[in-house]
């Protein structure tokens, strides 16, 4: 059966990767990288996770001690905002061109 594993490890490698997500972008980010960011072997982080695509996916989706943005009553204007955009929506977008592949 073995040792149980240390709910702590996956906690600082979930950060490593958000971290070096953050700084670096997907193309970018390695196991390697985030094993090393976080002070564990690769080992250890494939024991938890099969791929790359699955420990993005937990560290970004699977957060469950994320904190959420305090509550302003104006989601919409609080969103484009953070965007960038103008508060008045989506008019103010550039127009979208579509993907030819």
């Given at each position: 059966?073995?040792?149980?594993?240390?709910?702590q490890?996956?906690?600082?490698?979930?950060?490593?990767?958000r971290?070096?997500?953050?700084?670096?972008?997907?193309?970018?980010?390695?196991?390697?990288?985030?094993?090393?960011?976080?002070?564990?072997g690769?080992?250890?982080?494939?024991?938890?996770?099969?791929?790359?695509?699955?420990i993005?996916?937990?560290?970004?989706?699977?957060?469950r001690?994320?904190?959420?943005?305090?509550?302003?009553?104006?989601?919409?204007?609080?969103?484009?905002?953070?965007?960038?955009?103008?508060?008045?929506?989506?008019?103010?977008?550039?127009?979208?061109?579509?993907?030819?592949?």
């Open positions: 059966m073995g040792r149980p594993r240390d709910p490890l996956d906690r600082s490698i979930l950060a490593a990767t971290e070096l997500l953050a700084e670096t972008g997907y193309q970018k980010a390695t196991i390697t990288a985030i094993a090393r960011r976080a002070g564990v690769t080992a250890a982080i494939y024991r938890r996770w099969a791929t790359m695509e699955a993005v996916e937990d560290a970004i989706f699977g957060r001690d994320a904190e959420l943005p305090a509550a302003t009553g104006a989601l919409r204007e609080t969103c484009w905002r953070g965007r960038g955009c103008s508060s008045t929506g989506p008019r103010n977008r550039p127009p979208v061109r579509r993907s030819r592949i």
